[in-house]
């Protein structure tokens, strides 16, 4: 394999002089030779293209304190699978946020038509978590959901009172040295 490498080397590089390659100089292939070679190799070693497959996605992002926006590609292999039944999008709240003995829901589903691709979501005025994430799939009933695709987490920042943020918690950040306040002290 050293000669045919460095028969391949000198014959298809620029002149570029070698002490290695010198000493090997006696070894010879014909065209016909490397031709044999090569689809030798060719054959114990082919090359493997691997384009990448369709997958299915959602993401999931925060509009507002109260709604989420949902978008999403589904592989058509998996909607072929059972295409009668019809697309559900679920949207949960993440456990580690949800209060300890909270009467809240944990999920909620909406059904979606075959050519829908996004839907804003409002979340419901019991669900007070800050994480959500979504899933699309099939549901199943009582036997559950089977989900083709799942977003990651999204945040959504919670208002105080009658929909209005911190004042001056949003203040500080704003006026942070980060910010366009370039570290002046709120007065």
């Keep these: 394999m050293l000669a045919i490498s460095e028969q391949l080397s000198r014959e298809y590089t620029p002149g570029f002089s070698s002490r290695a390659s010198a000493s090997n100089s006696h070894i010879r292939l014909s065209a016909q030779e490397m031709l044999t070679i090569s689809e030798e190799i060719s054959r114990q070693h082919p090359l493997r293209l691997s384009l ?6 959602i993401v999931l992002l925060a509009v507002d304190p109260n709604h989420l926006h949902a978008y999403w590609h589904i592989d058509e292999k998996q909607m072929t699978q059972d295409s009668a039944q019809p697309l559900t ?45 979504a899933s699309i799939g099939k549901s199943q009933g009582k036997d559950g959901f089977a989900a083709l695709a799942s977003s990651d987490t999204a945040y959504v920042p919670r208002a105080h009172g009658a929909d209005q943020y911190d004042a001056p918690a949003l203040a500080g950040v704003l006026l942070s040295e980060h910010a366009s306040g370039r570290g002046k002290e709120i007065r």
């Excluded at 990448?52 to 996605?57: F, I, L, Y």
């Excluded at 999008?89 to 300890?100: E, S």
């Excluded at 909270?102 to 800050?130: C, G, H, Y």
């Design 52 to 57: 990448p497959s369709p997958r299915s996605k």
């Design 89 to 133: 999008l679920r949207i949960y709240a993440v456990a580690d946020n949800l209060a300890d003995g909270a009467d809240q829901p944990e999920w909620f589903d909406m059904t979606l038509a075959p050519s829908q691709t996004q839907q804003r979501v409002a979340i419901p005025e019991q669900m007070t978590a800050n994480y959500y994430g």
